[in-house]
């Protein structure tokens, strides 16, 4: 990806989780990256083509810093699926400016589909890899249990970590206790995996 249109997608987002999707305007987002309005144009053609990528880019960036490179120094929590599933659900809660930005930007993005249908093949796309990642680290840790239960506490536990989310980000729960209750509700649904397996 180039500099610019790095730049412009990293502009994207914050203009996004400052303003709200309605709040998004081409002429902001040059200012913002410090590029034109022309290429932004060139990059992405419309406003819909901005937010497209931006949603793209928002996905991409938290698997970064939910991803096992981002645990500088430590045995690889690949190798303990149990360790990677409370790792990429755990990091969404972190009170740094670049997960609190991505995830009000994601929840913006999402609150935007009620609306506008737009984006929704794309958030219905990105939260089924979402919902099948989180799975696949359940059956990996409950390998007895049904695939159906595992993908019904797949949808839960990502539901939940989206409402806790915006929970936090708006203010009525603290960023330690949002951690607490999903931590709590993946030892529910590993358990409860646990006691259906065959």
Same mark, same amino acid.
């Given at each position: 990806?180039? @500099? ?41 053609? @419309? ?14 960036? $938290? ?37 609190? +930005? ?15 249908? +737009? ?6 796309? $990105?939260? $089924?890899?979402?919902?099948? +990642? ?62 259906? $397996?065959?």
């Amino acid at each position: 990806m180039s @500099d610019r249109r790095r730049a412009i997608l990293e502009g994207a987002a914050r203009v996004i989780a400052r303003r709200g999707v309605r709040g998004l305007r081409v002429t902001d987002l040059a200012a913002e990256a410090g590029v034109s309005t022309a290429l932004i144009y060139y990059h992405f053609k @419309d406003r819909t083509g901005i937010l497209r990528h931006a949603l793209a880019f928002i996905g991409d960036r $938290a698997d970064r810093y939910t991803g096992a490179a981002g645990e500088a120094g430590a045995a690889s929590p690949a190798a303990d699926p149990r360790r990677l599933l409370d790792r990429i659900l755990l990091l969404e809660f972190q009170d740094l400016p670049e997960v609190r +930005e991505n995830s009000t930007a994601w929840g913006e993005l999402r609150a935007h589909a009620i609306f506008d249908p +737009e984006l929704r093949e794309e958030l219905t796309a $990105a939260g $089924a890899a979402w919902v099948e +990642e989180v799975a696949g680290l359940l059956a990996a840790v409950c390998p007895a249990a049904p695939g159906t239960a595992v993908d019904a506490a797949a949808e839960r536990l990502t539901a939940l970590l989206e409402g806790l989310s915006g929970r936090w980000l708006s203010g009525l729960l603290p960023v330690g206790h949002a951690r607490d209750l999903m931590r709590g509700a993946l030892g529910v649904e590993i358990g409860r995996l646990g006691s259906l $397996a065959t």
